[in-house]
């Protein structure tokens, strides 16, 4: 018996027995429909009276059996509405999400073309300063969202935080990379710790990884990269190899470097630049807009460098100034990486 429809969360079989009760009705009425037209010929053909004549045949609108088709096809369709309610609601939903994701997407995509053109073009200065401004407002609007950390301060995304080469082209890595060292982040010479790297290049797939290594051959010559991603090397010897090699530059997708890092293989404590790869993929997601990817580089910054951000340690750049190399390997700066 179909449902009084009161409930949203009706059983799914019940709903799907009221749609072949509904189905058989409409098969019924259409079929009811094209006797009442053939009774309706006869009568006017041979002269009899039309209304005696459906009523004879049981056609006659108001006839009990029609009231009873009526009042069972109205409870159906009662229960069915009943029956979708939860359905709908949920579709609307999911909807709005959808949408509400996409005005996020949108206005970080607004705001990273903005920072690329920067407000003032006849100030240098000035217009670089606008630019990380703004890099660090779309990055804490997308850390935001998907950590509901709130305080932006403490989330360490502020004009300090990133660094004032951005945004780079992947061509120009390298030297957006050497031409601000400081004896912190000195690449050319090989360290003497291993598994310690002072730059960490991420990008969303061994892909863009490899376009980092593909441009960076004279910092890759002088002391060889070292590549942590899925692809190619599995965890252990990925782990194998930071113990015994010393790493000025490490490149890798946001898992595996977590991974790594939170199994204690990789020490992110010296990392004093952030390269952050945010190209779009054919879809159109830079790497905080795909999910997953976006998920784990998060977990990465909260964990071994949110607290370390210019942001929140002072600046990269002054703290080089002073002359100290354990100030300066305290904080860390994100260099975009959009072309």
């Given amino acids: 018996m179909p449902g009084d429809g009161t409930g949203a969360g009706t059983d799914k079989a019940a709903g799907c027995t009221r749609r072949r009760n509904m189905k058989k009705l409409n098969r019924a009425g259409r079929a ?22 459906l009523r004879k045949a049981g056609l006659l609108d108001g006839s009990a059996d029609e009231m009873a088709g009526d009042a069972v096809a109205g409870e159906d369709r009662s229960g069915m509405d009943g029956a979708d309610d939860g359905v709908m609601t ?12 996409l005005k996020a997407s949108k206005r970080r995509k607004k705001a990273l073309e903005g920072g690329e053109r920067g407000d003032h073009p006849h100030h240098p200065h000035q217009a670089s300063q606008n630019g990380q401004a703004t890099w660090a407002d779309a990055l804490f609007e997308s850390f ?6 709130a305080h932006r301060a403490s989330s360490g995304f502020v004009a300090s935080a990133i ?25 050319s010479v090989p360290p003497a710790e291993t598994a310690r ?37 599995k965890v252990p010897e990925q782990a194998a190899y930071l113990k015994e090699h010393p ?19 990789l020490d992110l404590s010296a990392v004093a630049v ?15 807009d795909i999910p997953d990817v976006a998920r784990d580089w998060w977990r990465l910054w909260e964990q071994f460098f949110m607290q370390r951000s210019a942001g929140n340690a ?17 904080s860390v700066q994100v260099l975009i990486v959009n072309a």
């Fill in 32 to 53: 009811r429909l094209k006797k009442r037209r053939e009774v309706i010929a006869a009568a006017e053909a041979t002269g009899e009276d039309v209304n005696e004549a």
């Fill in 90 to 101: 949920a579709k609307k939903a999911k909807a709005k999400e959808r949408i509400e994701k």
């Fill in 144 to 149: 935001k969202s998907a950590t509901n950390h």
């Fill in 163 to 187: 660094h004032p080469a951005s945004p780079v082209p992947v061509t120009g890595l390298e030297r957006a990379l050497t031409q601000r060292e400081t004896r912190a982040t000195k690449l």
């Fill in 197 to 233: 790297p002072k730059v960490l290049y991420i990008s969303p797939s061994a892909i863009g990884a490899l376009d980092c290594l593909k441009n960076c051959q004279s910092l890759h010559a002088a002391c060889p990269i070292a590549k942590l991603f899925a692809k190619h090397m």
């Fill in 247 to 265: 790493v000025n530059v490490a490149l890798g997708t946001p898992n595996r470097l977590l991974k790594l890092a939170t199994e204690g293989h």
């Fill in 274 to 288: 952030v390269a952050l790869d945010m190209r779009e993929n054919p879809k159109q997601q830079s790497m905080v």
């Fill in 314 to 330: 002072g600046n990269v750049g002054n703290a080089a100034d002073d002359g100290g190399d354990a100030a300066a390997a305290k």
